[in-house]
């Protein structure tokens, strides 16, 4: 063979050897395949559970809490607002048609806290060209008779030995009457209504601005103590009035007792109102008029186990579920049927036995877990 044509052999032997990819023998592997998923991570197991490793649950902020059976009352959800105490609540109303003028303060702007007597607006009374003129006719001739009385007073002194006392005495009265009348029809012309705020508290509403004109009636400022509000709840079931043994009211994570104040005897819209009264620095969230869920505690007793609201999750096939802790990095999830209790918690009543370690804070993250 030509030394040429070996040199030509070679090369295409080298370049069919760098094309095909090289294998490697039984039992070897170079380590160029994907990498398998971490076993150590967070992780959905087939059978539901959830494998969450001890630092995931630190950094998740996981929290559990042992349960406790015991008997508690049977409650009651309904559909409730938020309204104002009249003891600790009041409304600012011209009593005569007019323009607004600000107060010593200004107006007031709502979440202002206000004293009670304090001055927050003044209303100049409105009146007709005509009206304002007959006053000012009339306070034109009081003030011309004055000026006759006390012309007459002065003669009627100067004769004061030959003229009786009482004459002198009827004079002086009829001067003195003229000018309180004269003082009386010139208040009227130049006076102003003063709005005074009729308690202490925080300005919920304020419907005025410098010059606006208001009518009679109208309201202008709204008032109330948000440490003292009143909250009605409509009930369609009659007998439930007979039944209450306490109330109370979810504001966030907190839970504010309520006092029943009484029932109304007249319906509204096919259903009672109930009266709560809540105090409580929890209540400065709240807002007049704003809905709420008032949670009415019966005096019937019901077999369960008390559960946070933020254990409730539900699971693909739209059922309530908790997540128990069963071991120290698994968590299960258990269908589980509940009812209210009073906004905070649940009544667990199927579905978890006394003991079980329940998920409070961080559920919501094991239930993303995948």
């Known amino acids: 063979m030509k030394p040429t044509h070996s040199l030509i052999v070679a090369a295409l032997a080298l370049s069919i050897g760098a094309t095909v990819p090289a294998q490697a023998g039984e039992g070897h592997d170079h380590g160029d395949g994907p990498a398998a998923p971490s076993a150590n991570g967070p992780q959905r197991l087939p059978d539901g559970s959830v494998f969450l490793p001890k630092p995931a649950q630190r950094q998740l902020g996981v929290r559990t809490v042992v349960t406790e059976a015991g008997e508690l009352p049977r409650s009651f959800e309904l559909n409730g607002k938020v309204v104002m105490d009249p003891n600790a609540g009041g409304k600012v109303q011209p009593l005569n048609a007019g323009r607004i003028e600000p107060g010593p303060r200004g107006l007031p702007s709502p979440g202002q806290a206000v004293r009670k007597g304090e001055v927050l607006a003044y209303v100049v009374p409105s009146a007709a060209p005509i009206e304002r003129s007959n006053q000012a006719a009339q306070l034109a001739e009081l003030r011309a008779a004055k000026a006759l009385a006390d012309k007459r007073v002065a003669r009627l002194k100067e004769l004061a030995d030959t003229v009786p006392r009482k004459d002198i005495e009827s004079a002086e009265s009829e001067a003195q009457s003229l000018a309180e009348r004269i003082a009386a029809v010139g208040t009227g012309l130049s006076s102003r209504e003063a709005l005074v705020a009729p308690v202490s508290g925080v300005i919920a509403s304020a419907n005025a601005v410098a010059g606006q004109v208001v009518d009679a009636r109208e309201l202008v400022f709204e008032i109330v103590d948000p440490t003292r509000l009143r ?85 693909p096939a739209n059922q309530t579920i908790v997540w128990v802790k069963a071991a120290p990095e698994r968590f299960e999830p258990r269908t589980v049927t509940v009812e209210p209790l009073d906004g905070v918690n649940v009544a667990v009543t199927s579905g978890l036995k006394s003991g079980d370690r329940v998920a409070t804070q961080g559920a919501t993250l094991i239930n993303q877990v995948r």
């Open 231 to 315: 909250i009605e709840a409509l009930a369609f079931d009659t007998t439930l009035v007979t039944g209450v043994g306490s109330a109370s009211l979810a504001v966030g994570n907190e839970r504010v007792p309520l006092a029943f104040v009484g029932a109304s005897r007249s319906l509204r819209e096919q259903a009672l109102p109930l009266a709560f009264r809540a105090e409580g620095k929890a209540l400065a969230a709240l807002a007049v008029g704003q809905p709420v869920r008032v949670f009415v505690q019966g005096k019937d007793k019901v077999k369960g186990i008390a559960v946070p609201v933020a254990s409730l999750m539900k699971n």
